[in-house]
């Protein structure tokens, strides 16, 4: 068929038109926004707001895509530690608390789209104040209203640092005016230090018992032997690999030889723990009754090395000759991590024994789960790792649980998502069994436990579907009838096991069964497992079918809080029955009683000879319960002193914007646990957290600890939460350098200055001891970890800064490290000028400190006119 010219012309216009229609539809459909390039920006405008105990912050989010975001139809979801006033939100926008520390967005009528470039500000009020970087909203992400599964990061979120203008902030009312730390006020804390010759530093730390030098040295070689019993040859064996890493051969080691060597003797009537060192120019001996004592003589013999005999390939080392008698104050001085609220691999675990190893603590206390995250393999439940320990976007917590702390949508491992399978776990026990370390469990219960119950929910789940009733309840630990209505401290309303449930106990025999055979297969020791037990908070059981008619069923029961009670009985008899005690926080040790018809917390009595111990924490100055760990020791509870005015690492080191960390309970740097006085910590408790002097009055009517009490102190503890522990480095962070003062106050005498009574003689002992402290970490410690272990990653203290008569004087918390300085306005590097004396140049002077690899920590800035 032939076509004619205007039939043909027709075809031609009407195929270009469709041409030219489809390329300009395509120019003008919008592009896709990209959720990555959506930016949340937060400040805080006010604290004190209105003259109250809140802050008025601004969240302003930017939209940086190509693409729009349109008025309707999507989510944006955060995690924030805080609360959100209710009616306080101003924008556009609605902000609805979820649970835990989520939060979502979602636009009102009257949001408009965002295009490229367009901003959208919200604005609420929160209770408390708001003081560092800590306290911002983060882990923000993306959901379309029709794909609600998926979660979509944004990008990560920024905050805006304070002006210097603002950071002396108001208090409420009639509160104390908080004043954050500056240049000025660090220099002031440092000044009193005093800067002493590095060989005039005693060679061993933690400090011994008895420390004597000769003047005598002992020049130590890769061809000096180790002469050492069969009982020894392990501690043997580790001694000649840890002067491998000095020398760049292992030092041979065997039953006997003359001549100069290393000599490691069974000698009785020591402490398990005890050892003598001796250094003589012919001989290094080492005598101990134990292993564990042998073990100590040898990590004091490895902090006589120069820290830089650990860069390696040394031809030779001289260590003084010294006489040493020592042994621990304490039996029990141990480190609690957290790695359930953030999770932390098994290499970072077995790098932190390491360094527990060698400052000679002797126990990991590892909190496996939480509200957040299970965090061990049990075979027989795999659901509690298959769901607890992921964390990603979801909505109704069946397949994992929801993100919290900034983990994000996605469950791809640290720091929200990871567990320890059981190989993983019994390797950490060897591990720590050969380094004398003894590993106490945590299973939190019945509260701080959301991911047990999400985990045997979706148990429950399954068997029910496949129309196994009996086994689906078998494991269950809520009560699904349960109507009771409570919000935790950290937000959650459904994060409470229903002890009444017969299938609870199911739940603990299994675990605990696989957990001591984990421990069998390591050949590890187990005594206890600490089955947490704080922070239930009120309303939980009161409308459960379950509980009512149990609290029917038995005329023990006169109220809800009778079931407290009841569940650590039955948790203590599955313990007993299997040889071993419990352990717990406070709460377990305490009973409500009614004074005057108001609820009170005394020592339980019901308990008291169960040899329960307990890990108390609450000493917060002003809250009333400063007293609690000496009343329980008192009472006849062990009690393990975990003060969080002086020994929770998670807070942050001092009241700088910048400085990461929490301050509810205190502000911790390593000053706070080398000045904790565990039998009279009233004593030197002078200030709140904030430096402001302390009534007078706070201690009067306090309990004071007894002589009775004394014995029941088993020991200290220094602990890691992990809500802002998201990477190793972080951790590291925050343990070091807290960690040595905890290290000296658990394994040192007990100092003069703390049981000298005239306090001004005190004072100036207590100074005489930080200086030397300060420099034994700053000269020898800091140094040696740089290297040990392939280096950690502690905080470096700011400088401290004054400008005096035309110059800059700086000086530094703990001498021996290196203060630098820039003068035009760059930030000091490894190459800046080295602070030396008072800094003549004049304007924006920055100086930051630097540790012996020539890493640098934050700057600061001062002005010289």
Do not use: C
């Not at 043909?8 to 539809?25: D, E, P, Q, R």
């Not at 392990?234 to 690999?241: I, T």
């Amino acid at each position: 068929m032939s076509i004619s010219t205007n039939q043909y012309l027709k075809i031609f216009w009407v195929t270009l038109g469709a041409v030219f229609f489809n390329f300009y539809s395509a120019q003008s459909q919008p592009t896709a926004l990209e959720p990555q390039k959506l930016v949340a920006n937060w400040e805080i405008n006010e604290n004190n707001y209105q003259n109250k105990a809140q802050f008025l912050s601004t969240l302003t989010l930017t939209n940086k895509s190509a693409g729009a975001l349109p008025a309707a139809g999507w989510k944006i979801y955060f995690n924030f530690n805080r609360s959100i006033i209710p009616g306080s939100v101003r924008g556009t926008v609605n902000i609805r608390h979820l649970n835990g520390d989520l939060f979502e967005i979602s636009p009102r009528p009257d949001f408009r789209i965002m295009v490229t470039g367009n901003t959208t500000r919200i604005s609420f009020i929160t209770g408390g104040a708001a003081l560092n970087i800590t306290d911002a909203p983060t882990g923000f992400y993306f959901v379309w209203d029709n794909n609600p599964r998926q979660g979509l990061a944004m990008a990560p979120v920024t905050v805006t640092v304070p002006t210097q203008a603002e950071q002396s902030l108001p208090g409420a009312g009639n509160g104390p005016t908080i004043t954050l730390a500056t240049p000025e006020s660090i220099f002031q804390q440092n000044k009193n230090t005093e800067d002493i010759v590095a060989n005039k530093l005693p060679q061993v730390f933690p400090t011994p018992a008895t420390y004597r030098e000769t003047g005598a040295e002992f020049v130590l070689t890769p061809e000096v032997p180790i002469i050492t019993p069969n009982d020894y040859f392990p501690e043997a064996e580790m001694l000649a690999n840890d002067l491998a890493a000095v020398f760049g051969k292992k030092l041979t080691y065997r039953n006997s030889g003359e001549g100069k060597a290393i000599r490691l003797i069974k000698k009785e009537d020591f402490g398990p723990e005890a050892y003598e060192l001796r250094v003589t120019p012919q001989e290094i001996v080492i005598n101990a009754s134990a292993p564990a004592g042998m073990f100590y003589g040898l990590q004091s013999l490895k902090t006589m090395l120069p820290p830089t005999a650990l860069d390696g390939k040394q031809k030779s080392v001289t260590l003084r000759g010294v006489e040493i008698t020592d042994s621990p104050r304490f039996g029990h001085r141990a480190v609690m991590l957290d790695v359930a609220r953030n999770f932390q691999p098994k290499s970072q675990i077995l790098k932190i024994l390491d360094l527990m190893a060698l400052y000679k603590l002797n126990v990991l206390h590892f909190h496996l789960n939480d509200d957040e995250g299970w965090r061990l393999e049990i075979k027989p439940l795999p659901e509690l790792t298959e769901v607890g320990s992921k964390r990603a976007h979801t909505l109704d917590s069946r397949d994992n649980l929801p993100p919290s702390y900034g983990s994000g949508p996605v469950s791809n491992g640290p720091p929200g998502s990871g567990f320890y399978t059981r190989a993983d776990f019994v390797q950490i026990l060897k591990y720590a069994r050969d380094r004398n370390i003894k590993v106490i469990p945590e299973i939190e219960t019945p509260g701080h436990a959301r991911a047990a119950i999400k985990a045997m929910d979706a148990r429950y789940t399954r068997l029910l579907g496949a129309g196994q009733k009996e086994a689906a309840e078998k494991y269950l630990l809520r009560d699904v009838s349960d109507k009771s209505e409570y919000r935790s401290v950290q937000n959650w309303n459904d994060n409470v096991i229903n002890v009444a449930l017969p299938s609870v106990y199911n739940f603990m025999e299994t675990v605990v069964d696989e957990v001591r055979d984990m421990y069998q297969e390591a050949g590890a020791t187990l005594q206890t497992i600490h089955f947490g037990g704080d922070e239930v908070p009120n309303g939980v059981w009161v409308k459960s079918p379950v509980v009512q008619k149990l609290m029917q069923e038995d005329d023990r029961f006169t109220s809800v809080d009778d079931m407290w009670y009841f569940y650590f009985e039955k948790v203590n008899d599955i313990l007993k029955t299997r040889n071993l005690y419990l352990s717990g926080w406070e709460e377990v040790a305490m009973r409500k009683t009614e004074i005057d018809g108001q609820k009170h917390y005394i020592p339980n009595p019901g308990l008291v000879n169960e040899n329960i111990h307990v890990d108390v924490w609450n000493n917060v100055l002003g809250g009333g319960a400063e007293d609690l760990a000496y009343r329980l020791a008192n009472a006849g509870y062990k009690v393990v002193l975990s003060n969080v005015t002086n020994l929770y690492m998670d807070m942050a080191y001092n009241p700088t914007f910048e400085e990461t960390g929490f301050y509810w309970g205190s502000y911790v740097d390593v000053d706070k646990p080398f000045r904790f006085i565990p039998f009279n910590y009233y004593k030197n408790t002078k200030t709140d957290k904030f430096g402001k002097p302390l009534p007078k009055n706070l201690f009067t009517g306090k309990e004071r600890l007894t002589e009775f009490g004394k014995n029941n102190i088993v020991g200290i503890q220094g602990l890691l939460w992990a809500e802002t522990i998201i990477s190793p480095e972080r951790m590291e962070y925050m343990l070091l350098p807290k960690l040595l003062g905890l290290a000296e106050r658990a394994w040192a005498p007990e100092p003069e200055w703390a049981i000298e009574k005239d306090s001004v003689k005190s004072e100036t002992q207590y100074q005489q001891a930080w200086s030397q402290f300060a420099n034994v970490l700053g000269k020898r410690e800091l140094p040696r970890l740089d290297r040990y272990s392939s280096g950690y990653r502690y905080r470096l203290p700011l400088p401290g800064a004054v400008v005096q008569n035309g110059k800059v004087t700086a000086n530094v918390q703990l001498p021996g490290l290196t203060i630098r300085y820039t003068a035009d306005g760059t930030e000091p590097t490894i190459k800046s000028k080295v602070y030396t004396g008072p800094i003549t140049e004049t304007g924006a002077i920055k100086l930051r400190t630097f540790d012996s690899t020539g890493r640098g920590g934050k700057t600061v800035r001062v002005v010289n006119l």
